[in-house]
């Protein structure tokens, strides 16, 4: 065989080949180590990487190295980044999108933790067991137990992890749809965002690198099916397909998929459930696209109830994405008032429900022609003293305020005796503390019978997919072929399906996103480096 060499650029890798069997011949570090303080810098010279000419003919180059690289920055994806860069590992976080966080930035900021400090100074009996049965019971039994298992009872620390990184939260707990008591935090932001920017600070303070218009394109692997780096798109513009250079990263460790779920992928998520076509909207960021998802599937991951795909109940079709109406009948409307058919003025559905229930309900109001007819939410303005998005859904007139049951029913063309004697049979339960004809909760309701009172419109739209790709208990991607994990590929997040079966509860995600991001980045950084990575040369040796 020639000892001749040929440089390969980045392109090369297209080549099915070259891009996946990359051999013991090969890789990629300098000198076996490269610095943390030129990863940091980004000026680290790019690595060649002998490759038998048997496999590739010649040459080729990763531009860097890390230990661990991290697909999407939403909160999986930081956590992993804190748990591997907190063991002594070099991290890159990647994200297609030019702001960091993706849906986790405009998802409502809401966690649920089982056995809280703040349910135990409000008196609120919970425990993780308590949580599992409700995630069983809301997923209508498709959960995968040991995923489960892991994500409640990891609640407690991933609450304590969030503080220690500089998140703050409401003084009180919420009582979401699904939930058998009140178990939800939500920061003091009412926004994801107030857990992504504190959780990223800390991250660059330790040193993980985060490059943002960096959009993954595949796997590089060698023929032992090992996951050896990523081809990415640099200055990509989304959705611009033909904008970013072609480019590609070494990952000693491997590389965790965070990069959420594909609510926004209309071909996607048609071909799961052809019902969610053009005229269902989405709470996600126009970046929820497959992309990820299906390189996985392509190198083997198994998949898992892709066609499980949640609408948030909670929505209004007077806003686009998630608006300001969701976070108003979250904290407000559903558990503290009613939401009623204006057809008839009557319920149709317990408010407090899991979310399938309500999307279910909710869908079910249409005319004779199919044509939705858009259910009214409302409570008084006492239930809705801690709705912080009032004023904004207010001000774009997508919530409306009323000083008597009688103007809002007539706003809305409600039989006005009928929404009468439903609001009275609602707060005579309400007084008892129990016998609502719903089966809601209402414990810790409050009576309505006294105006002004404030309505939304309501209709769900595409709000999470439950289904994506098998892992187990350490976050490791696992072959839909051998059963076993493919070496070193790590998911965690909206990308993984499992924990919560046929319907996910309210404020579970970031329970899920942090508990399971946290596993991952700790037991990657556990994974020898592949011996690939100590016999390659800089590009300039």
Request: aromatic share 8%; net charge neutral; with cysteine.
């Amino acid at each position: 065989m020639s000892n001749d060499k040929k440089t390969l650029s980045p392109d090369s890798l297209n080549n099915p080949t070259r891009r996946r069997f990359l051999t013991r011949g090969a890789i990629l570090a300098t000198g076996g180590v490269m610095s943390l303080a030129m990863v940091q810098s980004g000026q680290a010279a790019p690595v060649t990487v002998n490759i038998p000419e048997t496999v590739t003919g010649g040459r080729t180059r990763f531009h860097q190295i890390y230990d661990v690289i991290i697909v999407g920055s939403g909160f999986a994806g930081l956590a992993a980044a804190l748990e591997a860069r907190a063991k002594g590992q070099s991290v890159l976080v990647i994200d297609k999108m030019a702001v960091f966080g993706g849906n986790s930035t405009i998802n409502g900021g809401a966690f649920a933790v089982a056995g809280s400090p703040l349910q135990k100074e409000a008196g609120i009996e919970d425990s993780p067991e308590l949580m599992f049965k409700d995630m069983l019971k809301a997923g209508r039994g498709l959960n995968h137990h040991d995923l489960l298992h892991v994500l409640v009872n990891g609640t407690q620390e991933a609450y304590q992890f969030t503080l220690q990184h500089g998140v703050r939260y409401k003084p009180f707990v919420q009582h979401f749809g699904g939930h058998s008591v009140p178990r939800t935090l939500q920061t003091v932001e009412s926004s994801g965002a107030g857990i992504v920017m504190p959780l990223r600070q800390s991250a660059q303070k330790m040193g993980v690198v985060f490059k943002n218009r960096c959009k993954f394109e595949s796997f590089i692997q060698n023929e032992q099916q090992t996951v050896l780096g990523i081809q990415v798109k640099d200055d990509y513009r989304f959705p611009d397909e033909s904008s970013g250079t072609l480019k590609s990263y070494g990952a000693r460790k491997g590389v965790v998929m965070c990069n959420g779920g594909f609510s926004n992928d209309l071909r996607f998520r048609m071909l799961q459930d052809p019902q969610l076509g053009t005229d269902v909207d989405t709470t996600n960021h126009p970046g929820a696209t497959a992309e990820g998802i299906m390189a996985m599937l392509k190198i083997g991951a198994t998949p898992v109830q892709l066609d499980l795909i949640q609408l948030g109940p909670w929505c209004s079709p007077d806003e686009k994405g998630f608006g300001y109406v969701s976070q108003f009948n979250t904290i407000a409307g559903y558990p503290k008032g009613i939401m009623v058919d204006v057809r008839t003025g009557k319920r149709f559905t317990n408010e407090l429900a899991d979310r399938k229930a309500r999307e279910d309900a909710i869908l079910a109001q249409r005319d004779a022609s199919g044509k939705p007819v858009y259910p009214v939410c409302f409570t008084n303005l006492e239930g809705a003293k801690q709705a912080q998005s009032l004023p904004g859904a207010m001000k774009y007139n997508v919530a409306w305020q009323f000083d008597t049951l009688k103007e809002l029913a007539d706003h809305f063309a409600i039989p006005y005796e009928n929404l009468q004697n439903e609001v009275d049979t609602y707060n005579a339960a309400v007084k008892k503390g129990s016998g609502d004809p719903m089966g809601k909760d209402v414990s810790r309701a409050i009576s309505i019978e006294q105006g002004p009172y404030v309505a939304v419109r309501v209709w769900p739209k595409v709000h999470y997919t439950m289904g994506g790709v098998q892992i187990n208990v350490n976050a490791q991607v696992i072959d839909s072929m051998s059963g076993q994990p493919i070496p070193g590929l790590y998911a965690a997040g909206e990308v993984t399906g499992g924990p919560h079966g046929a319907s996910r509860l309210g404020s579970c995600a970031v329970a899920d996103g942090l508990v399971l991001g946290r596993v991952a980045g700790a037991h990657i950084a556990t994974r020898p480096a592949d011996p690939l990575f100590n016999s390659s040369v800089p590009d300039n040796a």
